[in-house]
Nanobody, 125 residues
Framework: QVQLVESGGGLVQAGGSLRLSCAAS????????MGWFRQAPGKEREFVMA????????YYSDSVKGRFTISRDNAKNTVYLEMNSLKPEDTAVYYC??????????????????WGQGTQVTVSS
């Protein structure tokens, strides 16, 4: 079992930055791939970025390429999403997710077994 708690969301102006954190419980955090997803009102949950358990693979969606960075600190059981050059279209509830994958890094929300409660990110124009 893995429990996830996101933090760091808030209101920011376009062009600004935010850093989201996702703290995980459980001794085996380092074995789980971690993903960030987001969901805007009236839209489906969307893949943002993911990082493999050994930090050797990262995937990102084209919409955040060059602006967002994912990283993890296994000693702190925490994964981060650094968001720069934020745009109003980045406004959404951001969720972190964990899944145990030995050789792949999925982009589908349905592949991840554990989810946090989400943190709101609002970007004003």
């Amino acid at each position: 079992q893995v429990q996830l708690v996101e933090s760091g969301g808030g209101l920011v102006q376009a062009g600004g930055s935010l850093r989201l954190s996702c703290a995980a419980s459980g001794r085996t955090f380092s074995l789980y791939a971690m993903g960030w997803f987001r969901q805007a009102p009236g839209k489906e949950r969307e893949f943002v970025m993911a990082i493999s358990w050994r930090d050797v693979m990262t995937y990102y969606s084209d919409s955040v390429k060059g602006r967002f960075t994912i990283s993890r600190d296994n000693a702190k059981n925490t994964v981060y999403l650094e968001m720069n050059s934020l745009k109003p279209e980045d406004t959404a509830v951001y969720y972190c997710a964990a899944g145990y994958f030995t050789s792949r890094l999925p982009k589908s929300a349905s592949d991840y077994a554990y989810w946090g409660q989400g943190t709101q990110v609002t970007v004003s124009s």
